[in-house]
């Protein structure tokens, strides 16, 4: 029990870190990396589905530009 309340502390806590300053915060221990990792990596996660979101978006316009089917005024 008290276990699980410290790992909730440490995620709020880890929540408002930065992402630069998550890797410099992970050495301190090993409950610290855990939650670090973690947390970097759904901030990943969530960076690289935007990134490809917005990729595959841009492949489907220049789709529609190659094949001069775009609506101007929709866009």
Do not use: C, H
């Not at 410290?6 to 929540?15: G, N």
């Not at 939650?35 to 759904?42: D, F, L, P, S, W």
């Amino acid at each position: 029990m008290l276990d699980q309340l410290l790992v909730e502390i440490v995620e709020r806590i880890v929540a408002k870190i930065p992402d630069t300053v998550l890797i410099a915060a992970s050495k301190v221990d090993s409950v610290w990396w855990q939650e670090v990792r973690r947390k970097a990596y759904k901030r990943w996660k969530n960076y690289a589905t935007t990134i490809g979101n917005i990729y595959w978006e841009i492949q489907a316009i220049g789709k529609q530009f190659e094949k001069r089917d775009i609506d101007w005024i929709g866009l």
